[in-house]
Nanobody, 124 residues
Framework: QVQLVESGGGLVQAGGSLRLSCAAS????????MGWFRQAPGKEREFVGT????????YYADSVKGRFTISRDNAKNTVYLQMNSLKPEDTAVYYCAASRLLIPNRTMAFYDYWGQGTQVTVSS
């Protein structure tokens, strides 16, 4: 059974940092791009960032560029999202996902596996 399990969410004050992890099991995703998405209450799920299969390329939503960093450790089958300078508008459930593509991409339709999400709450 393929599973993606996010962890590391929580409550943090504005300006603080959190590091999310996404551990995959059931198969290796070392040949897949990975992505992070988020969904705030009452809003649609949106793209946060993506990383290529080998970690060589990353792309971010404009709203998080310069504050968030995606990395991966294929030996551990794990992807990370380092979030710095957090803002209240970053409050959301964060999901990691595995793409069917090698290259980083922001289109949700290209992601076949999803985690259950982890809550991030940023207080002002």
């Amino acid at each position: 059974q393929v599973q993606l399990v996010e962890s590391g969410g929580g409550l943090v004050q504005a300006g603080g940092s959190l590091r999310l992890s996404c551990a995959a099991s059931g198969r290796t995703f070392s040949n897949n791009a990975m992505g992070w998405f988020r969904q705030a209450p009452g809003k649609e799920r949106e793209f946060v960032g993506t990383i290529s299969w080998n970690g060589g390329s990353t792309y971010y939503a404009d709203s998080v560029k310069g504050r968030f960093t995606i990395s991966r450790d294929n030996a551990k089958n794990t992807v990370y999202l380092q979030m710095n300078s957090l803002k209240p508008e970053d409050t959301a459930v964060y999901y990691c996902a595995a793409s069917r593509l090698l290259i980083p991409n922001r289109t949700m339709a290209f992601y076949d596996y999803w985690g259950q999400g982890t809550q991030v709450t940023v207080s002002s």
